[in-house]
C-alpha cells in the first residue's frame, strides 16, 4: 500500500512533467501518512486587522496605467457547471439574458483595453474538460481567441482506489480514471508547461486571479498599482463575510508560526463545523 511508482508511470505515460507530478506525489504522501486535511480549530486564531481597500488605497495611491503592459488578466476556467445541470464550462452558463460568464468576462476585458489604450493580456486556465467548448465559444471575440498564447492548460492526475491505493482503473471510459487537481494547480501549470518563463520574457510581472464565475473581480488600477508599490509577492482582495458565505472558506493565523492562512470548508472536521460557520 502507499507505492507511487504506479502513478509516476501512469502520468509520465499521459506526457504530464516533473513539476505535477512532485506535487502529485507530495500529496499523495500526505494521504497515505493518514493526513486528514483538516485544519482543527485550535490551531488557528481570527485575523486581528486588514489594511482597507477604501481607507488606506482609494484616494491615497496615484494609479500607473503603464503597469497595465506588465500585467496578464488570468481566469480559473477548469470547472464544469454539472451542479446546475451543465456539462460544459461553468463559464459558458448564462447569467444576464443570453450572455454568459465567459461573454461578461471577455466584454469586460475588451472594455478595458479601450479605456486605457493598453492591451491587457487575458488568459484562461482550462481544464481538459472544459478546454474545447471554451475555445470554441471564444469564436464570436476575434481579438481574444486569436491570440495563440491564451490558454494555460491545468493538469490532471489519476484518480486513487480506496480500496488498493493504486491508480483507479475503469476500461470501459478511461478518461474517468483522471480528474483535476483544483485550482491549486495554477502554480505546477505555468512552471510545467513553461508559460511562467514565456510571460517574464515578455514582461509580465504581474497577474490578476480570479475564478471564471466571479464576475466582480475585476483588475483595478488603483489595487494594481498599489501592489506593484508594496513589492509583495502576493496580496488578496478579501470581504467580511456575512450569512450567505459561512460555508464559504475564511482567513485565519496559524498560531505555530503566525502565518495568514485560507481554510475552506473540506478542511474543517465536523466538530469544528459550528466554528467555521461563525460569522460574528
Known amino acids: 500500500m502507499g507505492d507511487f511508482e504506479a502513478f509516476r508511470t501512469k502520468m509520465e505515460a499521459e506526457g504530464l512533467g516533473p513539476s505535477v507530478?512532485?506535487?502529485f506525489e507530495a500529496v499523495y504522501s500526505s494521504l497515505v501518512a493518514g493526513a486528514s486535511?483538516?485544519?482543527p480549530e485550535d490551531t488557528i486564531e481570527p485575523v486581528p486587522s486588514l489594511p482597507s481597500l477604501e481607507e488606506d488605497i482609494y484616494g491615497?495611491?496615484?494609479a500607473e496605467s503603464t503597469l497595465l503592459q506588465q500585467t496578464v488578466v488570468l481566469k480559473l476556467n477548469g470547472g464544469l457547471g454539472t451542479s446546475m445541470g451543465l456539462d460544459k464550462a461553468k463559464s459558458l452558463l448564462p447569467v444576464k439574458g443570453s450572455d454568459t460568464f465567459l461573454d461578461l468576462t471577455a466584454q469586460q476585458v475588451m472594455r478595458m483595453r479601450e479605456t486605457f489604450g493598453s492591451q491587457v493580456r487575458f488568459m484562461l486556465m482550462n481544464s481538459f474538460s472544459t478546454s474545447e467548448?471554451?475555445?470554441?465559444?471564444?469564436q464570436k471575440y476575434p481579438a481574444l481567441a486569436t491570440d495563440p498564447n491564451i490558454e494555460l492548460m491545468?493538469?490532471?492526475v489519476p484518480k486513487v482506489d480506496k480500496s488498493t491505493m493504486l491508480p483507479a482503473e475503469y476500461p470501459v471510459n478511461p478518461k474517468l480514471e483522471w480528474c483535476p487537481p483544483g485550482h491549486g494547480d495554477l502554480y505546477a501549470a505555468l512552471y510545467g508547461s513553461g508559460k511562467l518563463d514565456q510571460l517574464l520574457e515578455e514582461g509580465i510581472k504581474y497577474m490578476f486571479v480570479?475564478?471564471?464565475d466571479n464576475l466582480g473581480a475585476t483588475l483595478d488600477l488603483d489595487l494594481l498599482t498599489y501592489f506593484a508599490q508594496s513589492d509583495k509577492p502576493f496580496l488578496m482582495e478579501?470581504?467580511?463575510?456575512?450569512?450567505?458565505d459561512k460555508k464559504g472558506g475564511h482567513l485565519a493565523v496559524r498560531k505555530a508560526d503566525s502565518q495568514l492562512i485560507l481554510r475552506e470548508g473540506a478542511m474543517c472536521s465536523e466538530e469544528d463545523e459550528p466554528f467555521f460557520q461563525d460569522v460574528t
Open 133 to 138: 467548448d471554451t475555445l470554441a465559444f471564444l
Open 210 to 212: 480570479s475564478n471564471s
Open 154 to 156: 491545468q493538469n490532471k
Open 21 to 23: 507530478i512532485s506535487s
Open 238 to 244: 478579501c470581504c467580511k463575510r456575512t450569512e450567505n
Open 60 to 62: 491615497k495611491t496615484t
Open 37 to 39: 486535511g483538516t485544519i
